[in-house]
């Protein structure tokens, strides 16, 4: 069965610290990665998506992919109160099926 | 991005009853999709709504508990039928973005309470 692991958390980080958050996915030839935000009570709203291993920026994201050990994190620099939520991973695992398929999420607390 | 709004916000409904939920986009789009989400759990994909054919459902998901219309590129409904408290959920429309690398666009969702 193709998943989606993600450390449910929660994780807390300090104001100002950086988060990182991670995911793993189990099929190899998995080609699109996603990040997804979702605060208390709202839905997800997608706040970056990475296809080639390496590195991608934007602003105060970054988003890693290492497809050789299957995993992709998001770093969240100078963390802020607002950037506490839930953080969904998800991964499309190809196979015919071009649905991406979400981890649980990894709950963020960044404390003052 | 496009906009999308959900009708009703929520809903608090007696068993055995059905509730349709619907969903309008802003802007044609060809992807749209039904999700789920129950109280700390991650997102559950019901069906994809295919727009003047029968939706694509998941595993797990019947047609006859969770029928879904897509009559245009804008719009599409979701019905839970005969519903159960097991059905009281978070109920999330999205809508893809085209060419291999499906990036999905939620609308703000259905909180549904089945007593």
């Known amino acids: 069965q193709k998943e989606v692991e993600q450390n449910s958390g929660p994780l807390s980080v300090p104001e100002g610290a950086i988060a990182s958050l991670n995911c793993t996915y189990s099929d190899r030839g998995s080609q699109s990665f996603f990040w997804y935000r979702q605060y208390s009570g709202k839905s997800p709203e997608l706040i970056m998506s990475i296809y080639s291993n390496g590195d991608k920026e934007d602003g105060r994201f970054t988003a890693q992919l290492n497809k050789a050990s299957q995993y992709v994190s998001l770093l969240i620099r100078d963390s802020q109160p607002s950037d506490s939520a839930t953080y969904l991973c998800a991964v499309n695992m190809g196979g015919g099926s071009y649905i991406p398929t979400f981890g649980r999420g990894t709950s963020l607390i960044v404390h003052p | 991005s496009a906009v999308i709004s959900q009708k009703p916000s929520r809903d608090i409904c007696q068993r055995g009853t059905s509730l349709t939920i619907q969903c309008q986009v802003d802007s044609q789009v060809t992807m749209m999709f039904w999700y789920r989400q129950q109280p700390g759990q991650s997102l559950t994909l019901i069906a994809t709504a295919n727009q003047g054919s029968e939706a694509t459902y998941e595993s797990g998901f019947v047609i006859d508990k969770f029928p879904i219309s897509r009559p245009n590129l804008t719009f599409s409904t979701l019905t839970v039928s005969n519903m159960s408290p097991e059905d009281s959920s978070i109920y999330l429309c999205?809508?893809?973005?085209?060419?291999?690398?499906?990036?999905?666009?939620f609308g703000p969702g259905t909180r549904l309470t089945v007593t």
């Open positions: 999205s809508v893809g973005t085209s060419g291999g690398a499906i990036e999905q666009y």
